[in-house]
Structure formats: C-alpha cells, structure tokens
C-alpha cells in the first residue's frame, strides 16, 4: 500500500483537508444556495420470527419501527454535533422509511433529507440511517444479540457542484 503525500491532500482532493493537511472546516459562504437531496440506506439482518415481532408491535420496548423513524430524524437534525467538521444545517425534510423482507429476515432502511442552501446534506442522511438502524438493533438486543447492521451507503445525492450521484449496485452487493 503505498502511502499518501501531503501534495495529495489538496483542497481538490479532499475538502476537509487545509494546504497544511490540518482538518478545516470547508468555506461554503460564496456558494451558491441549491435544492440538494440525499438518500441513503441501510440494511439491519435479523430472523424471520424476530421481523414478526417487529410486524405486530409485540416486543416490550415498544413500537420498533416508529422508534427507529423518530431516532432517524432526530440523528439528521443533529448531524453536525456529531460529524465535526459538519456545517449546521437548516433542513426542509427528513423522512426515514422501512421495507420489511419478512423471508429473509432484513430490515431495510431508506433515509431522505432534503434543503435549500450552499453545502450537502449526504452526511445527514447516512446517520439517519445509520442511527435508525441502531435504534432497531437496541429495541430488539433481547430477543436477537446477533443481528447485524451493514450495507450504510449513499444512495443519491442532488444538487450543488457535482451534480447527481446514484449507488450503482455492485454483483455483491
């Protein structure tokens, strides 16, 4: 593996990076304010009998599914408190949506965070994913320790200078 120079570390290369390769918090004053869009996903692998409980609402903490919704959203609004060099960002929507694959025992999770303004809001909808996922891992933890979480990606993304981005499924995935 061969090892990065700072000369990589350029602003074209990796935005949060300074001409020093000190992390910075990207100048996003002189952009221009878009409608940006993100989606992202996720996939929780459980059991087929633990998806019945989830289905019927009969697991003792509650209502899964409306948990994990609202953990999702909040995740969103709460994105740069976690992300460091996140920008605080006013979102117009936050939606976090459920596809239950009763069979295969799966989870999957689509987030969409939508607003006006000079930056992504990508890093938003991967921690509504990701955190909804965590939500249901916590919820269901006594009836299924071994559940994974996997498969976090970008879905989409709009808006901004680099225009529209869709996950192109990969054979393994």
Known sequence: MTAIT?????????THID?????AMVDVSSK??????????ALV?????????????LLK???VLATARIAGIMAAKKTSELI???????LSKVSVDFQLLPEQGQIQIETSCLLSGS?????????????AALTIYDMCKAVDKAMTIS????????GGKSGHYCYQQQDND
Request: hydrophobic share 40%; glycine share 6%.
């Open 32 to 41: 221009p304010a878009t409608t940006r869009l993100a989606r992202a996903g």
């Open 61 to 63: 903490k509650g209502d």
């Open 6 to 14: 700072t000369d990589q570390l350029s602003p074209m290369n990796l």
């Open 151 to 158: 498969n976090i990606r970008l879905l989409e993304k709009t």
């Open 19 to 23: 001409k020093n390769g000190a992390a």
């Open 119 to 131: 930056t992504g809001v990508e890093m938003e909808a991967l921690t509504a994913a990701s955190v």
């Open 84 to 90: 460091p060099l996140c920008h605080p960002l006013l």
């Open 45 to 57: 692998q459980t059991t087929p009998e633990v998806l019945h409980l989830i289905a019927q609402a």
